[in-house]
Structure formats: C-alpha cells, structure tokens
C-alpha cells in the first residue's frame, strides 16, 4: 500500500517537473555563397572533396558550448545542434564552395576509393564557441591539395561579435563560416590558375 501512496506523487512531481523545463532548442550553422562566378569558374566537370574534418572533444557533442574564462567551459543543455557538428560544417561549405567555385561535384570524406578528386580540403577546427564576453570564436587548421599533393596549409581565425543569446552566437558562428569558405574559394581559384 505504501508504493501506491508514493507513486502519484512521484508521477505528479515528474510531470510538474517536465511542464515546466525550459524546450530545447535546435541550431545549424550556415555559410552564404554570394554571387555564383563568371569568368572564374572552374572546369567543368572538377571534384572537390571535402574532409576529413576533426573536431576537438569539447565541441564532438551537441550542446552548443560557451567559454566562461580560459579554463571553465559551459554547455547549453537546452542549445544543441541540429545534427553532428563537423556533419553541418561539411554540408555548409560544400553548398557555399559549389557555388564559389561554379562546380557541381563537391564530396564529402570518406568518398569511393574510386573516386577522382581534383582538389581536396581537409581541417581541423581547433575552437568554435562563444566566450563570456559575447565573441564568437573560430579557428580552424586547413590544407588543401591538388591531386594528392600539398599545396597550401593555412591557419584562419575569426572573432566576430555576438548579442545574448544561441541565436544571435549561432549567427555570429555563421558568418564566420562564410568568411572561411571565402578564404577557402580563394585560395582554390588561386591554384587552379
């Protein structure tokens, strides 16, 4: 008799519980393509591939992470990403590139062994976070290469500045996106030449 007593209130505890927790809330990052080229368009017919793309341990989960200094991070248990991150990353940039690059192929890692790749861009994201003073930090380790060569390793780093909020710091994040793939249409174009 004891066990049915408690059972309503437990269940009515949980219910409570669950009625009044704040909804989660889903997120992707985007990359803008601007103006599809003219003139610079590659090829007809070029493959980019894409990847691998590491993420450090800190961001390979779905909570959307805030910086508070330089030694404590936070998770927003109630901001997640709407897919794998380096998933989302990959699938922005291959649309933004596409269109950059005025190339239909972009392929993401691991492709077909098969497969021909012209020019490959592989990175690893060292940081992608807000920090308690409302900037939103990207930073990403790149190479890419032409036919299996190494042709160019860079480092990009952006800062750009964020409201309150996982809205406004996903926004901030996006644009940093944008401004990678630029750098990253670039430096393609520059070799193709």
């Not at 709407?82 to 940039?93: G, Y």
């Not at 490959?120 to 930090?137: K, M, N, P, V, Y």
């Amino acid at each position: 008799m004891k066990n049915v007593i408690y059972l309503p209130k437990l269940f009515l505890a949980l219910l409570l519980t669950a009625c009044s927790s704040t909804p989660m809330q889903f997120y992707m990052l985007s990359a803008e393509t601007g103006a599809p080229p003219s003139v610079t368009a590659l090829p007809a017919g070029t493959v980019l591939g894409l990847g691998p793309i590491h993420l450090p341990a800190y961001l390979d989960r779905p909570q959307l992470v805030t910086a508070l200094s330089e030694h404590e991070y936070q998770l927003d248990e109630h901001s997640r990403w709407a897919e794998r991150l380096d998933e989302n990353i990959a699938r922005a940039l291959g649309l933004s590139l596409a269109k950059q690059l005025g190339i239909e192929q972009v392929v993401r890692y691991p492709w077909a062994p098969r497969q021909t790749i012209d020019y490959q861009i592989s990175f690893d994201i060292l940081e992608l976070h807000q920090t308690a003073a409302g900037q939103s930090r990207f930073s990403v380790q790149w190479q890419l290469k032409k036919a299996d060569q190494p042709v160019i390793g860079k480092r990009f780093e952006c800062s750009e500045a964020a409201a309150k909020g996982a809205e406004a710091s996903v926004a901030a994040q996006s644009r940093c996106l944008t401004r990678f793939s630029a750098e990253l249409a670039d430096a393609v174009h520059r070799i193709a030449r």
